[in-house]
């Protein structure tokens, strides 16, 4: 579980936090929405240690990730696996190392061990016979499972997910939220994922915290995002059509 206490953060005079609190569960995906620059991005690198809060807490299972000692914040480091916006695989690593690269890094396990590792995650994404192939060479949603294959290499207790659906179309997207939900369960991981797209939200939002200009507007899970009475999340949503047919349809029996 991880906690979030009254994060702040203002830069060049401009607040971009304005305080924000909550929870996410261990074997849910919480999802992090809002408008453009409502301050998704800052607040996940805040979470992740990316970027310093001017005050506030962030607790991984109760360990305190900004003020406690060194030796704990190394130690959850190591237990979180991240995907970036645009996979961020490196493009002169084939598929294989790109996935080894965190083991190469962090551990010293011995090669054939290492290469179990990453077969049984390149197969966990469904990504079988493409070891020696170079990014350039798979599609984005290959390159979404690659990420993801990478992220989950070091067997983390968090994930972190920036807007998992760009630049993929929608069946695609579909595809690539269900395999962050279903690993997200299998391996009990606290997974937060940064989304604007509607169709996440609806498909696996366990948990949705909704930001407008810096702040937490409303919390509470896909089941009840459609009944909201927040005039700043009705607009969010309705924006979407698919929604909003959703809706009216209801409205008229
Ligand atoms: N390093 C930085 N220095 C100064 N301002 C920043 C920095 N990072 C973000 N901001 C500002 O903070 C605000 C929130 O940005 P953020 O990237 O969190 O938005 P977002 O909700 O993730 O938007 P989007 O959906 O468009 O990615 C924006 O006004 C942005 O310009």
Known sequence: MIEIKNIKKTFNGKEVLAGISGRFEDSNTSLIIGGSGTGKSVLLKCIVGLIKPDSGG?????????????????????????????????????????????????????KNEKLDRVNFCLKRVGLENVNKRM?????GGMMKRVGIARAIVMNPKYLFVDEPNSGLDPLTAVTIDELIAEITDEYKITTI?????MNSVMGIGEYVMFLYKGRKLWEGDS?????TNVPELKEFLFANKFIKHMKENEANG
């Open 58 to 110: 962030v607790y991984y299972d109760g360990r305190d990730f900004i003020n406690g000692d060194r030796t704990i914040r190394t130690q959850i480091r190591r237990e979180i696996g991240m995907l970036f916006q645009g996979s961020a695989l490196f493009d002169s690593k084939t598929v294989e190392e790109n996935v080894m690269f965190p083991l190469d890094m962090l551990t010293d396990m011995p």
């Open 223 to 227: 089941q009840n995002i459609v009944e």
């Open 193 to 197: 994922v940064v989304t604007h797209d």
């Open 135 to 139: 990014p350039s060479e798979i599609s």
